[in-house]
């Protein structure tokens, strides 16, 4: 999922002056013989800017930096890892030192701009607006899109994947859900897109960062209350569109309300938390063993799925992270007795830690962590299995994030048990969990890709959405 890894942006004051450092900027720094690429995100809102730093060949993404502008002299100072940019603006370019543990080096910055980005004038209207969840716990933030010609037309909302996302979908300088929403308002759909919890213009409300999937379903509900507000909305038609994450988050609301008339489920994790997780930390495990040289890596996998399927199996029984850790152990050291030298040597396995982590240290962390721990117990069939409504569910065939052929599948046994009578699963050549075409599908090819969304998935998703509101 394209959250798993995805952290929060913090923001950091500047003075305002005529230039416009939003973007990304992508660079590369010297790595032995390579080059490692790295980028800064920064968004600039008035006097205000927020940022954060990647480095996708590390699979690190998301880390917070400061950005500070003075004329044309730029700061970026990452914290977390100890180290800054400071550089000279020049239009596109930004050229600079890079300097982390008492090492400089040149670095020139370069603003990445993705050919699919909408910029004004728009050829429709683009409103932002905001509005309040019913017992007045979150303010939310947001843009609204729709056709210039007044009248009453169909709505959609964007429900993002885990992680804070504001409400352009930004990612490795991709806006997904502001192009998404530029191409169906061109073509005769409202679109709601809005800041999640805690970015843009949404506060974080009382639950802060102990919110859950279930919380993130009661934020949709408010949107649908805010669409049927509108007079320029027609509410017998209103649609949502659940990417990753959102595509469990979807069903949940489509369960309980009979006003929703349709769902688009993308690239979501239907097979539940727990697959996910082992599937996803399986992958970057066999990434990490270099397979395709190293066969005997395969044992390693296969022995590490075992241990991790039987410790998050325990999120399900167990009452409290002291529970947890004391059977963690248990199932640890009769999984480690049962091993071979050698898949513990390449698991780093020792007495109580495996790949650098204590056991209890890994697996009650994650346990206590309100968000993950609900990711891992919820089995979105249960709600899947009482949507009515027409469900569209799409993914890409190079998705490393979720498997897009298993959880289709099991989105057609579900509502086809449910005999739902207006449902279709596409499996789309070619595209990755973002719905780029791509080569490996692998996390850090997202940012190398100029294309945000592939023409074919937006032709998909558009003419079914009119097929429904005719």
């Known amino acids: 999922m394209k959250s798993l890894f995805v952290l929060f942006a913090v923001f950091s004051s500047a003075a ?14 010297p790595n032995g013989n390579a080059r490692l690429a790295i980028m800064f995100n920064i968004k600039q809102s008035g006097n205000t800017y927020t940022a954060t730093f990647d480095v996708p060949d590390q699979k690190a993404f998301g880390i917070p930096c400061s950005a500070v502008l003075s004329n044309d002299s730029i700061t970026l100072s990452v914290t977390a890892i100890g180290a800054s940019f400071k550089g000279k603006l020049n239009g596109n370019v930004i050229s600079g030192f890079y300097t982390q543990n008492n090492a400089r080096y040149p670095l020139t910055l370069t603003r990445q701009l993705r050919p699919q980005t ?3 004038p728009y050829a429709y209207n683009s409103e932002d607006v905001e509005y309040d969840s ?3 716990n979150i303010h939310f933030g947001a843009t609204l899109t729709r056709p210039k010609v007044n009248g009453k037309y169909p709505a959609v909302i964007i429900i993002s994947g885990s992680g804070a996302q504001d409400r352009d979908g930004t990612l490795f300088g991709h806006k997904l859900y502001a192009v998404l929403a530029d191409y169906l308002t061109k073509n005769g759909i409202a679109v709601l897109r809005i800041d999640d919890r805690g970015t843009g213009k949404t506060t974080l409300g009382k639950e802060g960062v102990n ?9 949709v509900e408010a949107g649908l209350d805010y669409l049927k507000t509108r007079v320029d909305i027609d509410t017998q038609h209103l649609g949502l569109i659940g990417h990753s994450e959102g595509g469990i988050i979807a069903p949940m609301v489509a369960a309980r309300r009979k006003d929703v008339s ?6 979501a994790p239907v097979v539940g938390g727990a697959v996910i997780s082992t599937q996803q930390n399986a992958d970057q495990l066999r990434q990490a063993l270099h397979l395709d040289t190293d066969p005997k890596g395969k044992e390693t ?21 002291a529970e947890l850790n004391t059977k963690a152990m248990q199932i640890f050291n009769t999984w480690k007795a049962a091993q071979m030298p050698d898949v513990l040597k390449r698991l780093m396995v020792t007495d109580n830690s495996m790949v650098g982590q204590t056991v209890t240290g890994m697996y009650g962390g994650l346990y206590k962590q309100p968000w993950f721990r609900n990711f891992i117990t919820y089995n979105p069939v249960t709600d899947l299995s009482k949507v009515t409504c027409p469900v569209l569910a799409i993914g890409g065939a190079k998705d490393t994030q979720v498997n897009t052929k298993e959880n289709l599948q099991l989105v057609n046994e579900v509502l086809t048990k449910n005999h739902n009578k207006s449902f279709k699963t596409v499996e789309l050549p070619s595209l990755n969990h973002l719905l780029q075409t791509a080569q490996t599908g692998n996390l850090a090819e997202y940012g190398q890709i100029e294309e945000t969304l592939s023409p074919v998935a937006l032709n998909l998703i558009g003419s079914w959405i009119i097929l429904q509101v005719k």
């Open 16 to 29: 305002v002056y005529a230039q416009n450092i939003s973007g990304s900027w992508n660079g590369n720094l």
């Open 118 to 120: 909408p910029v004004p």
């Open 134 to 136: 019913a017992d007045k």
């Open 211 to 219: 919110a859950t999937s279930l919380s993130f379903a009661n934020d």
């Open 262 to 267: 349709f769902i688009i489920l993308w690239g």
């Open 301 to 321: 996998v296969v022995a590490f799925v075992n241990l991790h399927t039987q410790e998050l199996a325990l999120f399900n029984t167990v009452n409290s992270e």
